[in-house]
């Protein structure tokens, strides 16, 4: 008895299914990565998004009379365990600052995001701080004191936050925002990040702590 569907008719229905299933989880993906900052927009009093070839956005907006930028960078080095989502929470507001200062947790000196080992001087790291965030700048001299490290230090307690920078064009808060399910990462080598919007609650309080960090710098001033 013949079958009921022959089997070069059968594999190339097959195929067809399996194109139109990626062309919809492409699209899919494409406009999950294009909204990922949508959730965060009313937290500004203007934002604009600009499309990255990454297919996340950049957005950029005002909160409390400040500028601020948000990027999503995903990380897929195959060196990693997993792949990574990073967000970029930065403050350009220029400060009275002529030294970089970077607090980067757990740094492997492969974060695609940082100029954190090209920084000639490290620090030890205070007491206030987790033992494994490192130090580094290019001018000891000219640092913030260690109290107003301190009055922060308690950042790093979220293990998400991966890097604390500030410098004399601003600051700047990265997080881990996601990480690639490791299931479908070892078995498929599917590294899908972004599917749903950063939550409001995850960003609000970095940006409240950009404010708080830019006005204790501002009066603290560069001793000169």
């Known amino acids: 008895m013949s079958p009921l569907v022959p089997p070069g008719l059968a594999l190339a229905l097959l195929w067809l299914w399996l194109a139109l299933r990626l062309a919809r989880e492409s699209h899919a993906r494409t406009i999950a990565r294009a909204a990922y900052f949508d959730a965060v927009r009313p937290l500004f009093q203007s934002a604009e998004n600009r ?25 897929t080095l195959t060196f ?42 490290s620090l030890p790291t205070p007491p206030e701080l987790p033992r ?25 307690h979220d293990p998400r936050v991966k890097e604390l920078v500030l410098s004399p064009r601003g600051l700047r808060i990265v997080i881990l925002a996601e990480e690639a399910d490791r299931g479908r990462y070892l078995i498929f080598r599917e590294a899908e990040m972004g599917r749903m919007p950063l939550p409001p609650s995850r960003l609000e309080p970095l940006l409240d702590r950009l ?6 710098v501002t009066a603290w001033g560069d001793p000169r």
């Open 51 to 75: 499309l990255q070839p990454t297919g996340f956005p950049r957005m950029t907006g005002r909160r409390g009379g400040l500028a601020f930028d948000l990027q999503a960078i995903p990380d």
């Open 132 to 156: 494994d965030v490192a130090i580094r700048t290019d001018d000891t001299t000219r640092i913030p004191p260690p109290d107003l490290i301190a009055a922060h230090a308690d950042l790093f």
């Open 80 to 121: 990693r365990k997993l792949p990574a989502l990073w967000v970029l929470v930065t403050l350009p507001e220029p400060l009275p600052l002529h030294a970089t200062l970077d607090l980067m947790a757990r740094p492997s000196g492969n974060e695609p995001f940082t100029r954190f080992a090209a920084l000639p001087q």
């Open 211 to 216: 404010a708080a960090l830019r006005q204790d």
